[in-house]
């Protein structure tokens, strides 16, 4: 399944709660799901700087080249974007990741408009590791 095949899933998702309470709670449920990293993955070198609350993000290289993700949260609205992230990246291929417009679908699906400052930098700073990553990883091979 592409990226693009993916926020197709989550925008149909999306398209059914009409008002930012109703995708909030969605939100939340999605990060309840979100299975927590062992203890000693949230380590300094995984923490995310730049968000309000604590979040630490493990990428790894699979064997197909695609990029698997798996990461944690102590507030429940960030585990649930860190859920959505984890929904449309974890397994696809760097370039992909990299070639999607991640903001433009966020706000489409009306998560960007209804958040914090705070919480819109912590999106951007996991948004930020993820692309990062995906770049580094594709450039080595």
Request: proline share 3%; net charge negative; aromatic share 6%.
């Amino acid at each position: 399944m592409t990226v693009q095949d993916r926020a197709d899933d989550i925008s149909a998702e999306f398209e059914f709660l009409d008002d930012w309470e109703t995708r909030y709670a969605h939100i939340i449920d999605l990060g309840k799901a979100n299975p927590p990293l062992a203890p000693e993955e949230r380590t300094e070198e995984t923490r995310v700087r730049g968000c309000a609350s604590q979040v630490w993000m493990v990428l790894e290289d699979e064997d197909d080249g695609a990029l698997k993700i798996r990461a944690e949260s102590d507030a429940m609205i960030v585990s649930g974007l860190i859920a959505l992230l984890i929904r449309l990246f974890s397994g696809a291929r760097r370039e992909e990741i990299l070639a999607f417009d991640t903001p433009a679908f966020l706000e489409q699906i009306g998560v960007t408009g209804a958040l914090s400052a705070q919480r819109s930098n912590g999106l951007n700073s996991m948004l930020e590791r993820i692309r990062t990553v995906a770049g580094a990883q594709s450039a080595a091979g």
